[in-house]
């Protein structure tokens, strides 16, 4: 009889140590949590183009390229839309740019863009309810200062970097913002050069994960390179002198300049080398990230996903043409053809991802989130337009399709573009009638967009014209009026 109580208290301890680990397991700091990590990297301006995995061939992007390998590479993939802040707000809210509250780059002076509404639920707010340490590094644009739009009112636990993206042109600010502390970067005053914010913010993104390396973490690292600035540290710029001859010069502002720091565009005597520089910088801060969850043992318990905000730009020196940035696509930044709005997209997550696959499924910003709501395994949120793309990522389940895929630009005389299966219509200068165009193209057999079918496919232009009207509900704010 003592026997067989002590046999019962020895089960029972047993089975309560084991739910004392599985808790700890869950909310313990000593022990991995069994939520899966989830990191965001989202480069600025880079073309479709522009990886080695994508086809570029000019220069060497090794660390994106083993990502791939190790991972899944989409080839149809889409931005929010075609400039900065729309297509982040598309990517924050799981709505595309009919739908998204932030549809333009809309300035607010003297910094900072028009706020995203208090009442929106961000993807950082979704997975903080869910339990997640969430951190924003990088370029915001969604919320000025003080606004009800600033990163800390929108889900974020931590923030550095820049808010208003009209600065983020510089890459040697005067100041950067830890969460609403302004940091004054001393070696940038005046005309000294020192500082460089893409370093800065890059090393706080890697103290992110190291902090919070025992928590479920959502790591948001909206990079900042290669927007339009060709500027970088001369050790990074030596490497490629004089390799990508004839050079193309670029005068910007100088020290002493009206704008200067202000968003202008800096000088640069070498833009080609400084472009291929800068994106290997960029391609070696992606190694860091993933060498940072292998050396903390996080690597299989971390999805790292890696895209761009919108297609390659034509400003402050930059020359996609001479680097085949678009690769076989039509258009650039501010364009809604396929250059200027389909990007690359890679995802790792070693053990779950297979290696070395690549995917043709159809998909967009406005997808991440139900993908990160499936991947934390928590509720997709109701009122969005995107579709979990987890099934295409694990090669389990059914992956459903989207209808169609929307997209507007409220610049330029106001552009639209919708996709439904391989046909793509575009419409230009949408705010001028008697301009209009209206352009169809079969993307199976035309991915550059050089034929327009319209005249021969009249019954296909009505019914994409239709869902282009209901696609979208009117915004006070952003409005094609």
């Not at 003592?2 to 808790?23: A, D, P, Y």
């Not at 890059?202 to 025992?214: D, P, R, S, T, V």
């Not at 193209?441 to 869902?467: F, M, R, W």
Request: net charge negative; hydrophobic share 35%.
């Amino acid at each position: 009889m003592i026997k067989q109580t002590k046999f019962v208290i020895l089960i029972l301890s047993g089975i309560f140590l084991l739910n004392s680990c599985n808790k700890q397991s869950k909310t313990g700091d000593e022990t991995t949590s069994s939520q899966p990590n989830i990191v965001y990297i989202l480069a600025d301006d880079l073309g479709y183009g522009d990886l080695g995995c994508y086809g570029q061939s000019r220069f060497q992007t090794p660390n994106l390229d083993k990502m791939a390998s190790e991972g899944m590479l989409f080839t149809q993939h889409y931005a929010g839309t075609t400039v900065c802040a729309p297509s982040r707000s598309s990517l924050m809210t799981g709505q595309h740019t009919g739908h998204t509250p932030i549809r333009g780059n809309k300035e607010v002076q003297p910094e900072g863009q028009w706020p995203i509404p208090d009442g929106t639920f961000t993807i950082a707010e979704m997975l903080k309810q869910a339990g997640y340490v969430t951190g924003g590094f990088g370029k915001w644009g969604l919320g000025y200062p003080g606004s009800e739009g600033e990163p800390n009112n929108q889900g974020f636990d931590e923030f550095f970097g820049y808010n208003c993206q009209r600065l983020a042109h510089n890459y040697y600010p005067s100041y950067l913002w830890d969460n609403q502390t302004k940091i004054i970067l001393e070696g940038n005053q005046g005309d000294k050069f020192e500082d460089y914010a893409a370093e800065l913010i890059h090393e706080k993104a890697l103290q992110f994960i190291e902090k919070n390396k025992n928590k479920p973490f959502f790591l948001f690292y909206p990079n900042v390179i290669p927007h339009a600035e060709l500027l970088l540290p001369e050790e990074n710029l030596a490497e490629f002198r004089g390799q990508f001859l004839p050079e193309k010069e670029f005068k910007g502002a100088e020290p002493g300049d009206e704008n200067f720091r202000n968003g202008a565009y800096g000088t640069q005597a070498e833009s080609h080398a400084a472009f291929a520089a800068m994106v290997t910088l960029l391609d070696q801060q992606v190694g860091e990230v993933l060498a940072k969850l292998k050396e903390l043992g996080l690597e299989n318990n971390t999805i790292v996903m890696f895209s761009s905000d919108n297609g390659p730009h034509l400003e402050g020196g930059a020359d996609p043409d001479y680097f085949d940035s678009n690769g076989p696509l039509q258009g650039y930044k501010r364009d809604l053809y396929e250059g200027g709005i389909r990007e690359p997209m890679i995802a790792w997550w070693p053990g779950k991802i297979e290696a070395g696959t690549k995917s043709g499924h159809i998909s967009a910003f406005w997808d991440v989130m139900p993908t990160v709501a499936d991947i934390a395994g928590i509720e997709v949120p109701g009122n969005i337009d995107g579709i979990s793309f987890l099934p295409t990522l694990l090669n389990q389940g059914e992956q459903k399709e989207h209808d169609y895929l929307y997209w507007e630009f409220h610049e330029k005389g106001g552009r639209k573009a919708i996709r439904k299966g391989d046909w793509k219509l575009v419409r230009y200068e949408v705010l001028n009638p008697e301009k209009t165009t209206t352009e169809l193209y079969d993307l199976s057999t035309d991915i550059g967009e050089e034929h327009n079918v319209a005249d021969e496919h009249p019954e296909i232009v009505k019914e994409l014209l239709e869902l282009i009207k209901s696609a979208r509900t009117e915004s006070e704010v952003f409005t094609f009026k």
